[in-house]
């Protein structure tokens, strides 16, 4: 029993985790740049970036591209405008091949605590600086540009950039390890967006927190330290905006820069891994307990109540707190010119005015109603809002006569507190 047991061990990383690591990317790039620096016809450095560097690249760098949407165009630019900054990066860029060593190891890392992770690519890939590390098609990849810098990186030809500067700052290259495991981690998951601030936070937290764990380090991301310092603060406001859309609240909390009502970036990172530390630490069966979190259902409401409830990160259960959450959402009082849901309005009316319960943000976000796209209320023109905010005013397309019409006034408006607008259906019919 026991020669078994090694064997199966001893062969776990051929047989059952068969991925792959990816750089020769890396070295296409620094190819292709020296063959581009050395020309100055325009159209020539454009076909060398396409023939040399993206028709022959990997899955991955064709899947980053499209996920940070690289242009040929972008990359001629930059390598034009930037020399010392490709000059800076280059040697950092071409520890790729020693890194996919650490990547290996970190990889298996994992596997022992998670051995049913599927296996996953990892890509090497030399980007434009809008990913440091992101996961697609179920494959990790790599931005050797931004995840294998430090503070010494030469980025004074570009515009100013605090975010990218303070990042920098970090060392990233020091934590590279973790970075993949966390997107590692990532590729094990049901989802990687999340359909409010909640889930997205759990599931970069549960990320965060399994890496780290698997790799006995503490997590490199300075949010963590201010948060444990400021823990009280932030709690409260973030309870106060977890069920806010993804897309309304992730600047204030994620994928962020300091320029925030904190001074820092990416405190959601630290809520995240504090409700998944918490969570581990309550379990008695902390292998089930890993194997819960990653594989957890994020965007389905109830199982990710339940496991928030159970870290007991929050002195309430969730559901309370979404309670208070729509209690405090704005709403449309309604319209000024008819009533709404009116039988009987003028098929000349060209103004409508919304009031709504308090201020309000200059977001909008309109929608077809039920009956779709015939039977919409289109606007000619957003005349804007009165002084107070709480009001705004549209002209109105021509309206026909003895026809229904709607409009959905949607989630996307916000209020001055950045609460989304509850929905409010304009529904009514004009007169003949």
């Given at each position: ?140 990849l790599i931005g050797a540009e ?143 307990a890993i194997k819960h979190m ?139």
């Amino acid at each position: 029993m026991k020669i078994r047991l090694f064997l199966v061990v001893a062969c776990s990383p051929v047989l059952l985790f068969s991925q792959k690591v990816f750089t020769q990317d890396v070295d296409n790039f620094w190819k292709t740049y020296d063959k581009i620096i050395k020309t100055k016809d325009s159209a020539q450095k454009v076909s060398l970036i396409q023939t040399m560097y993206i028709d022959k690249g990997t899955q991955g760098l064709h899947d980053i591209m499209k996920a940070r949407r690289y242009s040929t165009q972008e990359y001629i630019d930059a390598i034009g405008k930037y020399p010392k900054f490709w000059s800076s990066i280059r040697s950092r860029t071409l520890k790729s091949k020693k890194q996919a060593k650490n990547v290996e190891k970190s990889i298996a890392a994992l596997k022992k605590i998670y051995p049913e992770a599927k296996p996953a690519n990892v890509y090497f890939t030399v980007g434009l600086l809008r990913t440091n590390g992101t996961t697609m098609g179920g494959n990790v990849l790599i931005g050797a540009e931004s995840a294998l810098a430090d503070k010494d990186v030469d980025i004074s030809e570009m515009p100013v950039n605090s975010q990218l500067k303070a990042y920098f700052q970090t060392n990233p290259i020091n934590s590279f390890v973790s970075l993949t495991a966390h997107e590692y981690v990532h590729t094990q998951q049901k989802s990687t967006i999340g359909k409010n601030l909640l889930t997205q936070v759990v599931m970069e937290g549960v990320a965060e927190f399994v890496s780290n764990l698997s790799l006995n380090k503490k997590s490199a991301v300075p949010a963590m330290a201010y948060g444990y310092a400021h823990e009280a603060e932030i709690k409260n406001l973030f309870v106060k905006e977890m069920f806010t859309p993804l897309v309304n609240t992730a600047s204030n909390w994620i994928w962020n820069s300091s320029n925030n009502r904190f001074g820092i970036a990416d405190l959601g990172y630290f809520v995240g891994n504090e409700i998944a530390r918490k969570y581990y630490e309550n379990q008695s069966d902390k292998k089930a307990a890993i194997k819960h979190m990653i594989e957890l259902d994020y965007n389905k409401e109830s199982v990710l109540q339940k496991f928030v409830d159970e870290s007991v990160y929050f002195e309430k259960p969730v559901a309370q707190y979404v309670s208070g959450y729509e209690d405090n959402r704005p709403t449309v009082i309604g319209i000024k010119e008819f009533e709404n849901g009116s039988k009987s309005v003028n098929p000349n009316t060209k103004i409508i005015t919304l009031t709504f319960s308090e201020p309000m943000m200059f977001f909008t976000n309109f929608n077809y109603g039920p009956l779709g796209e015939g039977n919409a209320m289109k606007i000619e023109k957003l005349l804007g809002y009165s002084e107070d905010k709480k009001t705004l005013r549209l002209q109105i397309m021509n309206l026909k006569p003895n026809q229904r019409y709607q409009l959905l006034i949607d989630e996307g408006f916000r209020s001055v507190n950045d609460l989304p607008l509850k929905s409010y259906l304009i529904d009514f019919t004009t007169t003949k």
